[in-house]
């Protein structure tokens, strides 16, 4: 009863109380639009996803500025034990005599050594000891961070600004979105769920309901997909239209998953429309285009683009 119970409910993890009418489950990046309070500071830190998700220009900042704030550190060290601490060339004034010192500190942590400055007492050496210890432990992070970075699946799907509503066939209208992989690993096997999300006026929380789709699976996505929900008597939106939509809140929620064959690992990625991004009676424009060196060429520029059409 159990499995029965949990195969048949709508629920996608949400809850359906937990929030106002008006809000939004999923952000167009993909992201749960989910903030949790009342932990402690330390409990919500989590540096290793921070230190991967946060942007290249950043991270490299990062560290930088953790290398030479930890030169500067040791330079002070060594430049208060005394110049006759660190055998080489001796300085003329406090200023060389600091910068020798910053420049053996950088010497150590890399472990370059180059051979015209080395430690010449016990207490500079323990020292050079230690920051050699850090140094390695330091740039081996630092290397497993780059190369988790480098490795992490990377959000490379662009949708349609705005799903539409669309006339369809057999004299039915159909929700349609459409996307495209915007890089040049070969997805194969991919697939797609959508679940159609409303506020229910007359039980005050929000419903889910997974739809049927022309097609939910093909086998190579290497081109662009048009997704198409038919609006027949089985859609939670028959018989709705925008102003409708737009009242009871409606939220096209999608989750993809492909296997990526480039880097044989699985790829998955999240979407949603809320109904103010719901265009009505627009078509959308084809993204081929004609070309005499017999490849399929798409202009993603046109992914968005629609015209007007007429619905049933």
Request: with cysteine; glycine share 6%.
């Amino acid at each position: 009863m159990a499995k029965k119970e949990q195969t048949n409910s709508s629920e996608l993890g949400f809850g359906q109380k937990n929030y106002n009418r008006r809000t939004r489950l999923i952000t167009q990046g993909g992201e749960f639009n989910v903030v949790k309070e009342g932990m402690s500071r330390f409990q919500g830190l989590d540096v290793y996803h921070e230190l991967i998700s946060m942007k290249w220009h950043k991270f490299i900042a990062l560290i930088t500025v953790l290398f030479f704030a930890a030169n500067l550190i040791f330079a002070f060290i060594y430049f208060a034990s005394g110049a006759e601490g660190i055998a080489g060339p001796s300085p003329d004034n406090k200023i060389e005599d600091f910068l020798r010192s910053f420049y053996f500190s950088t010497q150590t942590m890399t472990t370059v050594g180059f051979g015209q400055l080395s430690p010449d007492s016990n207490f500079v050496s323990a020292v050079a000891a230690f920051e050699s210890f850090l140094g390695l432990l330091g740039f081996a992070l630092a290397t497993g961070l780059m190369f988790a970075r480098f490795s992490r699946p990377r959000r490379n799907l662009e949708f349609s600004q705005n799903a539409i509503i669309a006339p369809y066939r057999n004299n039915l209208n159909g929700l349609m979105f459409r996307f495209i992989s915007s890089s040049r690993n070969q997805l194969i096997e991919a697939e797609v769920d959508v679940a159609i999300s409303y506020w229910s006026e007359e039980e005050d929380k929000r419903i889910f309901k997974a739809v049927n789709l022309e097609r939910n699976k093909i086998n190579f996505f290497s081109t662009s997909w048009t997704v198409v929900h038919p609006i027949d008597e089985k859609s939670p939106i028959h018989g709705l239209d925008e102003a409708e939509c737009n009242k009871r809140n409606v939220e096209v929620i999608i989750s993809f998953k492909a296997f990526d064959d480039t880097y044989v690992r699985p790829v998955y990625d999240r979407m949603s429309y809320v109904s103010e991004e719901i265009k009505w009676g627009v078509k959308f424009a084809p993204m081929y285009e004609a070309s005499d060196d017999e490849k399929i060429h798409i202009n993603m520029e046109k992914l968005s683009s629609t015209y007007e059409a007429m619905l049933y």
